[in-house]
């Protein structure tokens, strides 16, 4: 093993991981939690929406579909649904519409006080179609944008799956900007 550590640090081309504050850990947590309480959400409605649809009542898919529709569903007598099922997705509506959505909502006043005090989100965030969430994921997930010499470098960092769909311009020489990501990025 120390071999390969020793054999990496000799390449002359090899990209090292910018390390993160605990600022950028934090940021990183915060939208990890939040990816994943989106996530239990969209289980959970699609749950909803195939039990229902084995009863005959189809909801389009949207969780503001299922926001408006369920409530009307329950409330409607005549369809198939039986006082148990009633309850059943009774519960199920309130899992997904209070309990997930007050702690996604949580999260996403915290990102938007922590965006408030970020100069480099606010910075970020100057660029068409980036927002908040988007930037705060930008600055957790970069250390400083001077370290990157063009936009293929970044698109590295940020992988197939990189926060909002965001492109990276990657002819363009980044490495003298004061900017720790604006320069690189530029939206679909």
Known sequence: MP???VEAVSRPQMRFVPAKSVEQQDIQAMH??????????????????GLLS????????????LRRGLPLILEDG?????????????????????????K?????????????????CQRIAAVEGIGPLIATAL??????????KNGRQF???AG????????????????????VAIPICARF
Not at 39 to 47: D, K
Not at 165 to 173: P, S, T, Y
Request: charged share 25%.
């Open 54 to 65: 084995e009863y005959g009542i189809i909801l389009p898919q949207h969780i503001s579909q």
């Open 78 to 102: 005549p369809n198939e649904l039986t006082v148990f099922s009633r309850r059943l997705f009774a519960s199920l509506y309130e899992r997904t519409v209070c309990l997930l959505e007050e």
């Open 104 to 120: 996604i909502e949580a999260i996403d006043e915290q990102i938007g006080t922590v965006y408030q005090a970020s100069e480099p």
């Open 139 to 148: 600055v957790a997930a970069l250390s400083d944008g001077k370290t990157f």
């Open 155 to 157: 698109r590295r960092l």
């Open 3 to 5: 071999k390969l550590s």
């Open 32 to 49: 990890r939690v939040r990816s994943r309480l989106v996530g239990s959400r969209t289980q959970l409605a699609n749950q909803i929406r």
């Open 160 to 179: 197939p799956g990189n926060p909002g769909n965001i492109r990276v311009a990657e002819k363009r020489d980044c490495s003298a900007s004061a900017s």
